[in-house]
Every structure is written in structure tokens, then in C-alpha cells.
């Protein structure tokens, strides 16, 4: 492992030839998405049907990603 990713300051990057490369490629997309949302929550002041229904969609998709790591 060695450089370290952008906007991940403290994670390496692993070789590509590693065995599990592939997952923690999964998990760095996953941690992406649920800071995107996190970022985009905290920005919300009052509950409305469309920041729900943009919650659950990107919520989806950091869950989608990580039940990708086992399928």
C-alpha cells in the first residue's frame, strides 16, 4: 500500500494485484456515497417529501454498494 487517496488523506492505496482490491475499492465508493449524504443532510433544516425521498434513494445506494461486497 502506499499513496495515500484523494479526498481519503489517511487511507494507502492498495496494489491492484492485492486479493482484496476489489472490496475496498466497494468500501471507498460506499464511505464517498454516505459522506455525500451525511454532507447534504446536515444542510437540511425542515422535513419535506422531497428530501426524504432523496435520503432513502442515496441511502439505497451506500447499501446497494456495500451488499455488493458479499454477492
Known sequence: MTTPTPNNENIPVPDPAWDYYIEWHKLIRAKAQLEKV??????VEDFSEDT????????????????????
Not at 451525511?38 to 444542510?43: A, D, L, P, R
Not at 432523496?54 to 456495500?66: F, H, M, Q, R, Y
Open 52 to 71: 426524504q425521498e432523496i435520503l432513502l434513494e442515496d441511502t439505497a445506494k451506500v447499501i446497494g454498494t456495500l451488499q455488493s461486497i458479499t454477492a
Open 38 to 43: 451525511i454532507e447534504y443532510i446536515s444542510k
